[in-house]
């Protein structure tokens, strides 16, 4: 009897350390897991900061907006800004304004033009007194002005190029002065926040002018340009923190507001 009982109790002991590994195997498993739930929770949803294109479809508060590849669903709130671009003549171009500004034709060779005519000219006020690429047509193209883009002051992409090759004539800047025949821009250069030139700017009886004003969800159409801001969700729908809307041209969002826009 007592050599039995010896073994039960030694066959009882390895029971004991056995299941001891294995709860102590099965919390390491656990925790190694942890990390992915809270990885995918930071993670930012598809569709990056937004999305531009035209305003195919309009309901309630929410809109899809059809872009060059894809249709994007867009919700708004009451916290949302609103911006709307309308039509302005030249007395909207003051000194300390923040301008874009197109002209005909490709300047030849690589350096950025010191002198172009305007096609068209859109004003928009400075953020934080700055001149900023938000709403001035990044990618996508905005339509409206105001919103500070991310990374400060550069031109937004689609942006003149201040005369570079592929980017057409043009100037995107604060103004500097103005005159009967136009206006100076202190002109920041693609690609760089800190680089500028100075840029005169010839205005004609055929230059057209654009301005953006404060709006509200009211004067959204279906057949405008809009720029929406804000982080999209898991099904890729955008939460707009603002707005931007602009004219379409011929039906189509990829007129000089910006590529795609």
Do not use: H, W
């Amino acid at each position: 009897m007592e050599i039995s009982l010896k073994k039960y109790l030694a066959l009882a002991g390895l029971f004991a350390v056995a299941a001891c590994g294995s709860t102590s195997s099965g919390t390491s498993n656990a925790s190694t897991a942890q990390p992915a739930p809270s990885q995918a929770a930071a993670g930012q949803g598809p569709g990056g900061p937004g999305t531009s294109g035209l305003l195919a479809q309009l309901s309630g508060n929410t809109l899809q907006v059809q872009g060059t590849s894809a249709q994007t669903a867009v919700t708004y709130s009451s916290t949302t800004s609103f911006t709307n671009t309308v039509s302005a003549t030249s007395a909207a171009v003051t000194v300390g304004s923040c301008v874009m500004v197109r002209s005909s034709g490709t300047p030849s060779g690589s350096t950025p033009a010191t002198a172009v005519t305007a096609t068209s000219v859109a004003v928009s006020a400075p953020v934080n007194g700055s001149c900023t690429g938000g709403g001035l047509g990044g990618p996508g193209g905005g339509g409206g002005f105001g919103g500070q883009r991310p990374g400060g002051g550069t031109p937004p992409s689609g942006a003149p190029g201040n005369g570079r090759r592929g980017f057409g004539g043009g100037a995107f800047g604060k103004v500097t002065s103005t005159s009967p025949s136009g206006f100076v821009v202190e002109s920041t250069q693609r690609g760089s926040s800190s680089t500028t030139q100075s840029v005169t700017v010839t205005t004609t009886a055929a230059t057209t002018y654009t301005t953006a004003a404060k709006a509200t969800a009211a004067v959204l159409k279906v057949g405008q340009c809009v720029t929406a801001r804000g982080a999209s969700d898991s099904s890729g729908t955008v939460a707009a923190t603002a707005i931007s809307i602009r004219p379409a041209t011929n039906g189509s969002c990829s007129n000089p507001g910006g590529p795609g826009a």
